[in-house]
């Protein structure tokens, strides 16, 4: 299932604040989507977020939340008074935390999609095998996202590689937002499981979240460019 508004996101995995500030004053007018995960996060705290929300983008957080419902649900009400337009929590705290996070955020930003992690694209079978998960990975992946979409949660990130079999198993037309891509040429580094942005956007894919194939290109802002091109 092709998808003809399939945005880019951009990773901002970098060393430091300075780092950050010069990759988005050479792509941010180019974007739409910025993520800002717990290296950034940590680090610079919300300064980060507000800066990208000043250049005019929206801010993806990608904290990965996972705790006690309570304790998941009060982190969001915490987080409501940041301006973020998606945040992310892992599918495996179960159906009373995800369907009370969904709630929550529903009330205190319904600005902010909730996304759900099922499992982490680093985990193989064996790493599953070893925290007392049996079923299979692809078994799992279908299990955590039907669980999180019967809860509420708007969105799933998966591996490109799952984008065909979730959009056959889930009953709505959820957010997908998937890493693991590639443009043709670009270095793996640690990805495994990867795709090019025009087979995730023909697998189904919302959102692609690219990092190192734009950070660490000599022109950033022309590698985006030409991923923006393809995808067009
Ligand atoms: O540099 P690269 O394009 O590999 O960046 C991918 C981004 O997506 C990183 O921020 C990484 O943490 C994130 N991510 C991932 N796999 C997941 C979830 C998030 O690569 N399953």
Not at 1 to 19: F, G, H, P, Q, W
Not at 48 to 69: A, E, T, W
Not at 93 to 104: D, H, K, Q, S, V
Not at 119 to 126: D, H, R, W
């Amino acid at each position: 299932m092709s998808n003809s508004k399939t945005e880019v996101i951009l990773a901002l995995d970098v060393e430091n604040r300075a780092e950050a500030d010069s990759i988005l004053d050479q792509v941010g007018s180019q974007l739409k989507w910025v993520k800002i995960g717990l290296q950034s996060y940590l680090r610079d705290g919300p300064g980060i977020i507000d800066r990208c929300v000043q250049k005019g983008m929206h801010v993806f957080l990608d904290l990965k939340l996972h705790d006690i419902p309570n304790t998941m649900s009060k982190a969001i009400d915490s987080l409501s008074v940041l301006p973020i337009k998606m945040l992310t929590l892992h599918t495996c705290a179960g159906p009373e935390a995800l369907t009370l996070c969904a709630a929550t955020a529903r009330e205190k930003m319904p600005e902010t999609t909730l996304l759900g992690v099922t499992v982490l694209t680093s985990m193989n079978q064996e790493n599953l095998h070893s925290v007392g998960v049996s079923s299979k990975v692809e078994e799992q992946v279908i299990r955590l996202a039907c669980l999180a979409e019967s809860s509420g949660i708007g969105g799933i990130v998966c591996s490109p590689l799952e984008l065909p079999m979730l959009r056959e198993n889930l009953a709505t037309d959820i957010q997908l937002v998937t890493p693991g891509i590639r443009p043709t040429g670009s270095a793996r580094g640690d990805q495994k499981r990867i795709m090019t942005p025009k087979d995730a956007q023909n697998a189904g894919a919302n959102y692609l979240v690219i990092g190192r194939p734009i950070l660490s290109a000599p022109d950033p802002s022309q590698a985006l460019e030409a991923i923006q091109l393809e995808l067009r």
